[in-house]
């Protein structure tokens, strides 16, 4: 059985840092480009970060870019999402999503789906 399993979240003051792991059970993620998306409430489920399984291409949305870094140990079958310099607007569920090899901005294309880890930022 194919499973994500997010870790790591937790409540943080503003400029501090949080680092989310997802766990890969049941499969390797060698063939697989990993996402990472969240959702705040009353809005829509966001692409945050995505690392393609080929040459580890990263990809970053412009609200995340020069504070968080996505990272993939493909022999732990984990891949990272160092969150640093966090902003209360940051605060949202955080998923990690699987789809095979290339990452792609839409969340329809990822097959495999974790439950979701809360993060929020506030002082």
């Known amino acids: 059985q194919l499973q994500l399993v997010e870790s790591g979240g937790g409540l943080v003051q503003p400029g501090g840092s949080l680092r989310l792991s997802c766990a890969a059970f049941?499969?390797?993620?060698?063939?697989?480009?990993i996402g990472w998306f969240r959702q705040a409430p009353g809005k829509e489920r966001e692409g945050v970060s995505c690392i393609s399984t080929s040459d580890g291409t990263t990809y970053y949305a412009d609200s995340v870019k020069g504070r968080f870094t996505i990272s993939r140990d493909n022999a732990k079958k984990t891949v990272y999402l160092q969150m640093n310099s966090l902003k209360p607007e940051d605060t949202a569920v955080y998923y990690c999503a699987a789809k095979g090899y290339y990452c792609s901005g839409r969340r329809d294309d990822f097959n495999y789906w974790g439950q979701g880890a809360q993060v929020t930022v506030s002082s």
């Open positions: 049941g499969f390797t993620l060698d063939y697989y480009a």
